[in-house]
């Protein structure tokens, strides 16, 4: 009997401690909280630490795993790779731009080359490659890949895998921000999305001039997959590239996508050669002797009003192609997409070399 009773005591003293026991550790815990700066420096410890075991789930890449990915090998390699958000999706994911170059946190005076995947959230190779290369860069610089330390040190490569976020979460080509009618003229949601390669600048208003020759080229209702969006620059993503843009003297540009195995110059809008065609087409060609693509000035796939290659060079004179990666949209093959990544290595450090021959002219 007083074995029970005290068996009892025991066990109503327990229950009573537990409680406030943890209520002293948690008070503690508060106490000796972590200044903000400790916190930060613990969480990219966590990161670090965990790095090796993130790979993708999948055959692509998540947002998030990219995310961690970059963080991960920016942290590890932190004298010539750093990676800052550039602007945030509608969504509120931001948007990743990845540098890599000796002395990463100066501006020196080297050619800056960009390098552009997913304006389409469906077109999941297009970020693929581009990771690819980010991680095949800092994997080689140290052990003396000639290649890969000539592009480091004497170019800036500013590369940002994925401009369109929410698009490949969702896995659509255009964006998610919501529409309000074909001018933005109505109160309610009307539909989601814009196409982003729709949405720069240069010679949008074009449309208006001649819209029997553009109605394919882009389109102002926004149900559509080519929707041009209200205004141009209207989204954080071209917004966002276009501040970028303003204060970072690009050379060369590749934008990658999928699908046709082709490299596109400029001009989209119109069967006018660009003013600078031999260029575009000596660097093209040697672009397609790596990749065996097809090279072609864009409007002959068809025209387009409002894509990014257009507006790089029509409003700074850069070397921009657009790259369609592949004969589908997204392989479902690794050997494929593998064999797609390492033929652009190849492609994206022949137009770092060439980009060195730009400038010194
Ligand atoms: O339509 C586009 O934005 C690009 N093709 S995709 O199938 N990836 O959507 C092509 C843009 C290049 N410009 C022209 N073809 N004019
Ligand atoms: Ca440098
Ligand atoms: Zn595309």
């Not at 209520?23 to 916190?39: G, I, M, P, W, Y």
């Not at 690794?334 to 290595?345: A, G, I, K, N, R």
Request: hydrophobic share 35%; glycine share 6%.
């Amino acid at each position: 009997m007083r074995k029970r009773t005290i068996a009892l005591c025991i066990i109503l003293v327990g229950i009573l401690l537990v409680p406030s026991l943890s209520t002293a550790s948690l008070l503690r815990a508060q106490k000796n909280d972590l200044a903000f700066e400790t916190v930060r420096e613990q969480h990219l410890r966590d990161i670090q630490n965990h790095f090796p075991i993130i790979v993708p789930q999948g055959l692509y890449h998540t947002y998030d795993e990219m995310t961690i990915l970059l963080q991960g090998l920016a942290i590890n390699h932190s004298d010539i790779m750093s990676v800052v958000s550039i602007g945030k999706t509608f969504e509120g994911r931001d948007l990743w731009m990845v540098k890599l170059s000796d002395n990463v946190n100066q501006e020196e005076d080297e050619p800056d080359i960009l390098f552009m995947g997913a304006h389409h959230g469906d077109e999941k190779p297009s970020y693929e490659v581009l990771i690819f290369f980010i991680q095949f860069m800092v994997d080689n610089y140290y052990n003396g890949t000639e290649s890969v330390r000539e592009a480091i040190n004497n170019t800036e490569l500013f590369i940002m895998p994925m401009v369109n976020p929410d698009g490949v979460e969702a896995g659509t080509r255009k964006n998610c921000a919501p529409n309000h009618g074909p001018f933005g003229l109505q109160k309610k949601i009307t539909s989601i999305g814009v196409d982003l390669n729709r949405n720069y600048g240069y010679r949008w208003f074009l449309f208006f001039l001649c819209p029997w020759r553009y109605y394919k080229a882009t389109s102002v209702m926004d149900r559509t997959n080519v929707y041009r969006g209200e205004y141009p620059f209207s989204e954080n993503e071209t917004q966002a590239i276009k501040s970028f843009m303003e204060t970072h003297p690009i050379i060369i540009s590749l934008s990658y996508h999928t699908s046709g195995e082709l490299v596109l110059y400029p001009w989209g809008y119109t069967k006018n050669p660009p003013k600078d065609e031999e260029v575009f087409v000596s660097i093209g060609e040697n672009i397609s002797r790596l990749d065996n693509y097809t090279l072609s000035q864009s409007i002959y796939l068809y025209p387009t009003l409002g894509d990014d290659c257009d507006w790089a060079y029509g409003e700074y004179g850069i070397f921009s192609y657009t790259i369609e990666l592949g004969t589908v949209q997204a392989t479902s093959d690794p050997q494929d997409l593998l064999e797609m990544c390492t033929s652009h290595v190849n492609v994206n450090l022949y137009v770092c070399q060439r980009a060195q021959l730009l400038q010194k002219k």
